[in-house]
């Protein structure tokens, strides 16, 4: 990408939403683009403006991710759509961006974008996903996404990637595969101890009631198999009064981790919901995964699980989970992790289309 004379490159990133999909992202892209920037001299001080909505936002450490050139822009949650339209022109009036970045909605989470990007003098990238068809036609996408000088498909299908402008990239992760913790790290980082057990890891977030439901899912589980599994409840930020109980089986500990990718490997099996980080992050770290499609506005999260990934009542679950720890009593050991981070890709696209 085209630098300044002074090296001051200005990357502004919209990552609104809800649910951690938006912020994750923008923060893997954030780390690689920052990354790359401390490899050449010219860009000494390129910096990052990261704006997030996500209601997970105000519980995670993202500033620690980025270092000291990031700046994170928290917009309440709780806002209504027109204080959030309001609190986004405000941002982008008054940031002066070489380079904005815009997560999976082209016209915006509310449309505000559609009157902001034709005015902006500079640069404009379409982090470009899935998106459903009547949403695409309702608001002619096709005909606004041309406003866009590059869309970059982080690793899943995406109606307009067949376009010129268009790249397509192995999916965006939040870690390179040699800063992962080893298994024996993980393990201690989920507060399990030895290697006797399999640990099974179900993550909870999203909306209350899912993250109620993952809650009992996993004392479930760590009640059906006392002395044959260690099982954590993975939290980005400390859990909601409403998911801890005063007594829970042995087996079972509430543990507060982000990014959990950095602790993958301690797990033998991860259940989640079906969304991007959870099903991309196990894919890459090759442990066994169970997903729930969950119901969004946007995100299909069924067309992302596999029928062998998908899980939809406890009974299933229990089935898959009893299989991982019949296989550890006869396979305990752990393959080499090995793959390729599509945000780096991500970057030399976008630095080479701005050449």
């Keep these: 990408m085209t630098q300044r004379s002074d090296g001051r490159l200005h990357w502004l990133l919209y990552a609104m939403g ?15 683009l920052l990354q790359s920037s401390s490899a050449d001299p010219r860009q000494c001080e390129t910096r990052v403006t990261l704006l997030t909505n996500s209601s997970f936002a105000a519980g995670l450490n993202i500033e620690s991710e980025l270092g000291p050139r990031a700046e994170v822009l928290r917009v309440d949650s709780s806002l209504d759509r027109h204080a959030t339209v309001a609190e986004v022109q405000r941002v982008f009036g008054s940031e002066s961006a ?14 505000e974008l559609a009157q902001i990007l034709p005015g902006l003098n500079c640069r404009k990238i379409l982090v470009h996903r899935d998106l459903n068809p009547k949403y695409c036609q309702q608001y002619r996408l096709a005909e606004f996404v ?4 590059q869309l970059i498909v982080p690793g899943e299908a995406a109606p307009f990637e067949n376009l010129p402008n268009a790249i397509s990239t192995q999916p965006w992760l939040v870690r390179n595969e040699d ?17 006797r057990l399999p640990v099974a890891v179900v993550l909870g977030c999203g909306r209350l009631d899912e993250i109620n439901q993952m809650y009992g899912w996993a004392t479930r589980l760590a009640d059906e ?26 087996n079972f500990k ?53 029928s062998a990934d998908c ?4 009974d299933e679950l229990r089935e898959r989970v009893e299989d ?32």
């Design 179 to 195: 800063e992962l913790l080893t298994p024996d790290e993980a393990r201690f980082r989920l507060a399990v101890t030895g290697s």
């Design 254 to 306: 509430v543990i507060s981790i982000w990014p959990f990718f950095q602790a993958i490997r301690g797990a033998n099996i991860v259940i989640s919901g079906g969304g991007y980080n959870s099903v991309n992050e196990a894919k890459a770290a090759g442990v066994r995964f169970c997903g729930i499609p969950r119901r969004r506005l946007y995100d299909r999260q069924e067309n992302r699980l596999s």
């Design 311 to 314: 899980v939809q009542r406890f």
């Design 18 to 32: 809800g649910g951690m999909g938006h912020v994750t992202r923008a923060t893997a892209l954030s780390r690689a």
């Design 146 to 149: 041309e406003n866009y000088d």
């Design 324 to 355: 991982v720890v019949l296989e550890f009593r006869t396979q305990p050991s752990i393959n080499p992790v090995s793959y390729c981070n599509g945000v780096h890709q991500a970057v030399k696209a976008i630095q080479a289309g701005g050449a």
């Design 225 to 250: 198999f006392p002395a044959a599994l260690e099982v954590r409840f993975v939290v980005m930020q400390k859990p909601h009064p409403d998911v801890t109980h005063e007594s829970t089986p042995r």
């Design 98 to 111: 070489d380079a904005v970045v815009v997560d999976t909605f082209p016209r915006g989470l509310a449309g």
